[in-house]
């Protein structure tokens, strides 16, 4: 569903990094981080923060 690098963004997404602070781990511009999570909200339905990491985890959860 996530590309890699999708995967690594909503990775610290869960953690509550903000997308500087992704940028700078990933070594990736702001503009791209804000691309990647843009696309992250469109896989997911969703639009912000709060609610791709709830989804996410439910969707991934095995309970």
């Known amino acids: 569903m996530f590309t890699k690098r999708e995967q690594e963004v909503i990775d610290l997404l869960i953690q509550g990094y903000n997308n500087t602070q992704i940028s700078e781990m990933l070594m990736i ?35």
């Open 29 to 63: 511009t702001n503009h791209t981080t804000k691309a990647h999570v843009a696309s992250i909200y469109q896989k997911l339905g969703v639009s912000n923060r709060v609610q791709a990491t709830v989804k996410y985890l439910k969707m991934t959860s095995s309970i």
